[in-house]
């Protein structure tokens, strides 16, 4: 068990009978009233974030949570496979557990998943990867001139707004949390 004077910023709680990660929390002592800690706790489950506000010293239960390096194998259209690089198990793990990440994992890369009691709950899908355009509308002499953008399908399938002057075979970095584009890599 903790209190709230334990609390810190990704510390996984069980509150109301659900797996919580703590997103911010700020202690308060409004005046001559009692001390109170305000958090931001984020479902391990179905990703919604409430605020709650738990009294000065109120115990909670902490949950250990293990994180471990898996490497992606591939979609089999239900859930994605992943293998544990120390026993090669390998697992299944649902799509809404990665999030809006999850379409650009390229097989072979690597991601750090959280388990709690041998269950993934979360994961941990690396910020910038670098993929490669299939298909894209022709780039022309000029197009670096302006800020427009034009959409490209990358190698996992997934749909990036790349510059014009961006053309078929080139490399590019992708923003894996925003889905944005970040820079054409150079070979």
């Known amino acids: 068990m903790a209190t709230t004077a334990d609390f810190r910023v990704g510390m996984v709680i069980k509150f109301n009978g659900e797996l919580h990660r703590i997103d911010e929390f700020i202690h308060r002592t409004p005046g001559n009233l009692r001390a109170f800690v305000q958090a931001k706790l984020r479902n391990l489950r179905n990703g919604r974030v409430t605020e709650n506000r738990f009294r000065s010293g109120e ?5 250990r949570v293990d994180q471990k390096e898996f490497q992606y194998l ?4 239900a859930s994605y496979q992943f293998m544990d690089k120390e026993s ?11 999030g809006e990440g999850a379409k650009f994992l390229k097989e072979g890369e690597t991601v750090q998943l959280m388990l709690v009691e ?10 910038n990867v670098h993929l490669k355009v299939v ?12 800020g427009a953008t034009k959409p490209a399908t990358v190698e996992t399938g997934a749909t990036v707004n790349v510059p014009l002057f961006i053309n078929e075979g080139d490399v590019i970095k992708v923003d894996t949390r925003t889905g944005e584009y970040l820079e054409r890599v150079k070979n």
């Open 118 to 127: 041998g269950a993934v709950i979360g994961a941990e899908i690396p910020f």
């Open 135 to 146: 298909e894209t509308v022709p780039g022309v002499k000029g197009d670096t001139a302006t």
């Open 59 to 63: 115990t909670v239960e902490e949950v």
């Open 74 to 77: 591939y979609h089999d259209g």
């Open 88 to 98: 090669y198990e390998q697992i299944p793990v649902d799509e809404k557990i990665l």
